[in-house]
């Protein structure tokens, strides 16, 4: 089953504007990333984020993390139309070797 | 420099046949991944390699064997081939344990007719 749920499902905004995804997860992580997937391609790696940290930037994400929650949301900021794509999150469970993906949010960023 | 190749891009086939999807990384990481991604976007591990050694093997039909003749190397072959194998299928690799970055290759299209 999916460790990650993540919502919304899709989100159209415009161009200027910010994005914001949230993804929940079930049980304790080592750390939890984010990736993009522009349509047809594979993944690509926006960030990590490690158990034991509340928030991580870079470039125009902002990533945060609440273990208590077990919940972490993505921020992007300043969304410009090359940002449409799907953004999933992953997790690398306590002890675990390997990623366990959400579900994905399709975004769509209007010019 | 593609740090991360799969061939190839489409696979079009009959229900029955047997096919291989070659993977390969230049990244010099040690664990490579076969992830398997359906219609609904959902991505699953298939099988991971450490060092050429079988670490991760979840739950696949035994029609599916991965090879890794070393550890640049990471192909997936499927025999007799289902309506259901028809996804996309991305190699990955990273560093040891999966704990870190994962790379994705562009993925292979399958469609099983």
């Known amino acids: 089953s999916q460790q990650g749920e993540e919502d919304p499902q899709a989100l159209s905004i415009q161009e200027g504007e910010n994005a914001t995804m949230n993804c929940s997860y079930k049980?304790?992580?080592?750390?939890l990333q984010w990736y993009r997937q522009n349509s047809g391609r594979g993944l690509v790696h926006l960030i990590l984020?490690?158990?034991?940290?509340r928030e991580k930037h870079s470039g125009r994400l902002r990533v945060t993390l609440d273990t208590s929650k077990k919940s972490s949301s993505l921020l992007i900021t300043a969304s410009r139309a090359a940002d449409t794509a799907s953004y999933f999150c992953?997790?690398?469970?306590?002890?675990?070797?390997?990623?366990?993906f959400g579900a994905g949010t399709i975004l769509r960023v209007k010019s | 420099d593609t740090a991360v190749s799969q061939t190839p891009k489409y696979l079009v086939t009959q229900m029955g046949n047997d096919k291989s999807i070659k993977c390969e990384q230049n990244?010099?990481?040690?664990?490579m991944y076969w992830y398997k991604q359906d219609s609904k976007k959902f991505l699953k591990i298939m099988f991971s390699?450490?060092?050429?050694?079988?670490?991760i093997n979840e739950t696949v039909p035994n029609r599916f064997s991965p090879k890794s003749p070393d550890k640049a190397h990471l192909n997936l072959h499927i025999n007799s081939l289902e309506l259901g194998d028809s996804a996309v299928y991305f190699c990955?690799?990273?560093?040891?344990?999966?704990?870190?970055?994962?790379?994705f290759g562009p993925g292979t299209r399958l469609l099983v007719l």
């Open positions: 390699y450490n060092n050429k050694e079988l670490i």
């Open positions: 990244l010099g990481h040690d664990t």
């Open positions: 992953a997790t690398v469970m306590e002890y675990g070797n390997k990623l366990v």
């Open positions: 984020i490690r158990s034991n940290e």
């Open positions: 990955a690799s990273g560093t040891t344990g999966g704990a870190q970055t994962q790379y």
């Open positions: 049980t304790s992580i080592n750390n």
